[in-house]
C-alpha cells in the first residue's frame, strides 16, 4: 500500500503523526533517500513522508501501539517546515511553569494530556448539545453587548465610541434573555455559552467561563432537574461513565443540619447531632450551649492522632457565631465515658475514625427566642444553629483534605456510583441579610420565584425592610443547585413570571421604583405582555470538564485560559490602549 503522511517531530529521529486522535503514540520509519534528510530533522518540525505502508516483521509488532503492525518505509521526506527550539517540548513528563505553559500556549495543547481534555471538552460539549436538541430545545444565541444583569459580580464593561459616556455590559450570564425568550414563544430554550463576571479568581474560577445554560416554559423543577440529569448522564457517558439518576434531593435546611454548607459532599459521614449524648451537667461542665447544636464529625480511618496533629487541627477551625471545638475525644472519653460511648455508637464510629465535637459556646445567645421558636417548621435552621453548623461544616471539610490520604475516599474507585455523588439541594432561602449594607440580597437572582405559600411573608417583610429578623428571612425560594462531590454544578429556579411580584422583589431588595425602572424598565415591560410560567438553569461546562478529565484546574481544560490575575499570558491581555482610541472613546486614565 502506498501511503503518504503529514507529521510532526516530537524527538530527533523518530516522527509522530498529525491529525489522529490524541494520546496515542504513532511511528513511522524511513529508508532510502529519506535517510539523508533524516539528519536535519528536529523536534516539532512539520514534515511530509511518502512511501509505502508494509506489515512490521513479527518480532517488531508493537501491541502497545494503534500503529504498531504497520510501518511507513518512506520514499521521500519533505520538511513542510521548521520550528524553533521550543522552550519545553510536548513530550517533556516533567511539567514546566504554568506561567511558561501559557505563554506558550500553542506548544503546551500540543502535550498528550491537552489533547485529550481538549478532545473531551468537545465530546462533553456535543453530547449535551445532542441531548437538548433531541428533546427539543433550540440553542439561540444572546448578545455579548448587552447591560448589566445582575449575578452577585462586576461587570466588565465596553464603552461606546459612538455614543461616549456610555458602556455596554458583558453578560454575567443571558438570564433576562433568556426569560425574554420565553415570553416570546420559544419554550425551551438552551445555549453553551460564554459568561463574564469580574470577581476574584480562584483555581475553579475564570473571568469568562462557559455555561450550559437553559430555560424552559411551564416547568417543576422536577422538570428542569430530568433534563439536566439527562444531559448529564449524556455528557458522562461521552466520558465513559454511566452514572445513575434520579439525583437524591435535600432541603437546604437539611443539608445545613447534616453537613454544614449548601453544597455537600456525600462521600463523607454526615454530622451526628450528639446533643441527646451529653448529660445537661455535662454540657454545663463543657461550657456548652444546651439550645444550640452539638454535632459530632466523623473522619474514617485517620488512627490515632499525636498531640501535636490534634494541635494541628486547631487552626482548620474558623469559629462563626461563638462555635467551639472538642478535637480530643479521648479526653471526652476520660471525663464523660456515658456521652463519649452513646457519641460512638450514635454516630457508628470504628477504631480509628477520627470524632471531633462542635458545639456553642456558652456565652452565645441562645437560639429558643420567642421569634425563633415562631418560626415556620420548614426553617429550622436559625442563624445562630446556622453559624454552628457551618464552622463545623469547614471543619469537616479540612479534616478530610487534611486526611485524605489516609481515609482515601477522594480515590477513584472506577464505580461511577461511588466517584460521582450528585445531590440537587432545594428550597434555598430567598434573601441573604447583608450584615455590611444592612439590607437584604438576593441569595439567588432577583428573578427567583418566592415559594407560593411565602407570598404573605413577603408582604409582610417589605415593610420592614432594615430588620435582619424580618418576615424576609424566612422566605423560601423555588431555587435549586445542583451538587457533585461537594462542588456547585450549577443553579437555577423556577422565576417569577408575574409583574407586580418582581416589582415587589426589587424593593425588597431595597430598589425604589425608580432605580427598578432605570435598571430593569424593559423587562419589567416585556413581564407585562403574556409572560408564561417559567424556569431553568446553568451549569457550568468547565467545571463539569475539569471533573471528567481529572484535572486540578479550570485552566487545563479552557484552551486559552487567564491566569489567577485575570492576564492572558500568550496574547499579553489586558493592555493599555493609545491615546486616540481613548479620545475616540472620550475616556480619560487617571494616573
Ligand atoms: N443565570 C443563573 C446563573 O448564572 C442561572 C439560572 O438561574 O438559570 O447562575
Redesign the pocket.
Known sequence: MRGASRFRCRQKGRIDGVGEPAARPRQSAFCGSARSQRRDLRNEYVIAVTGTVKLRDANTVNPNMPTGEVELVADELRILNESKLPPFLPSDTALTNEETRLKFRYIDLRRDVMQFNIEMRHKVAKAIRDYLSAQGFFEIETPFMTRSTP?GARDYLVPSRVQPGTFYALP??P?LF?QILMISGFDKYFQIVR?FRDEDLRADRQPEFT?I?L?MSYPQPERVWEVVEGFLTAAFRAAGSEIKTPFPRMDYDEAIRLYGIDKPDLRLPAFTDVQECFAPENLQQLAVNPNLPVVAIRIPKVGELSRAERDSIKPLFVSKGGAKVFEDFKRIEKNFPEAAAKIVAKSGAEAGDLVVIVAGSAQTGSAQTEEHSALPPHRKVTPQELAIYASAGLLRLGLAQRYSERHGIFKKTGDPEKDFRFLWVTNFPMFEWDEGEKQWNAA??PF?SPHEEDMPKLEAGVELLNDPQSALSSVRALAYDVVLNGTEL????IRIHRQDVQRRIFRALGMTEEEARARFGFFLEALEYGTPPHG???LGLDRIVMILAGAESLREVIPFPKTARAVDLMVDAPTPVGEKQLRELGIQIKK
Do not use: P, V
Open positions: 449575578e454575567q450570564s438570564q433568556k459568561c455555561q445554560d430555560e439567588h437572582h427567583t450549577g443553579s437555577g429556579s431553568g438553569i446553568a
